[in-house]
């Protein structure tokens, strides 16, 4: 006796909806951590970013104040150069912590010793000069001018390296990506497959079954009606499934 079809096709589609639900859940999760850990990412270089130039602001603001101070001898110059001079080494600490990797870390202290260069030969020997007595050299101008390009040049490096990094990471989150997009494709073919086994067990279920032969046919000769369990002595027998009397034989069978 056949299994009802509820009951033989309950399990195959509580399977395929499973593995159908599962599929979007791991899509969803995947995508979603995938795209949680490239935004931190970011996060964190655009917080090196900005590290780095507010390690030029603060340079920047100090070489503007030791060059009006240098030329007027005016002392209020000295207060945003005070004020630049003390946030500094936050800055530099601040693009230290979020540098994204031991290169751009490298680069942010070859900065940091160009910048203590300028500083020690240029920024605080101008401004330890006396208030009201511009201290005009043209020698130490040059240097200066050299040593903050030297600052330029490495603050620069280190704005390119975060940016290869930036890179490198957006190309590393696009080649995930697609690598689980194709391995939930392959996925995918797993509710075909359950698919093709229900709709062959629905076409088994439903043709219906062929009944069975009680006793084989006997193949008459060509022309001549079949005979089946003749008693051809008593003159009774049947003919083609129908029964025969006595002298009702037919015209090919003689009486003996």
Do not use: C
């Not at 605080?124 to 390009?149: M, N, Q, T, Y």
């Not at 190309?171 to 093709?196: K, N």
């Amino acid at each position: 006796m056949r299994k009802p079809i509820a009951a033989t096709l309950r399990p195959q589609f509580t399977w395929l909806i499973l593995l159908l639900l599962s599929i979007g859940a791991a899509r969803l999760l995947a995508g979603h951590y995938l795209t949680g850990v490239h935004d931190e990412r970011l996060r964190g270089l655009d917080d090196a970013r900005q590290a780095n130039q507010r390690m030029l602001r603060d340079l920047t603001d100090i070489d503007t104040a030791a060059l009006r101070y240098q030329l007027t001898g005016d002392p209020a110059y000295l207060e945003a150069f005070r004020a630049g001079s003390a946030d500094y080494p936050v800055a530099r600490s601040a693009a230290l912590r979020a540098a994204p990797d031991d290169r751009t870390r490298v680069l942010v202290r070859d900065q940091d010793q160009a910048a203590q260069r300028w500083l020690a030969q240029v920024a605080l020997p101008i401004s330890a000069l006396p208030a009201g007595r511009p201290g005009v050299d043209a020698d130490r101008s040059a240097r200066g001018k050299d040593l903050f390009d030297a600052i330029l040049t490495a603050n620069t490096a280190v704005t390119a390296a975060v940016e290869d990094t930036q890179k490198t990471t957006t190309a590393a989150y696009r080649r995930t990506g697609r690598v689980l997009e194709a391995a939930l494709a392959l996925l995918s073919l797993l509710p075909a497959l359950i698919a093709v086994r229900v709709y062959r067990s629905v076409r088994r279920l439903l043709t219906p079954p062929r009944a069975p032969l009680d006793e084989p046919a006997t193949i008459a000769p060509f022309g001549e009606p079949a005979v089946h369990d003749l008693d051809v002595p008593t003159g009774r027998g049947r003919i083609a499934g129908a029964d025969l009397g006595a002298g009702a034989l037919p015209d090919h069978v003689h009486r003996p």
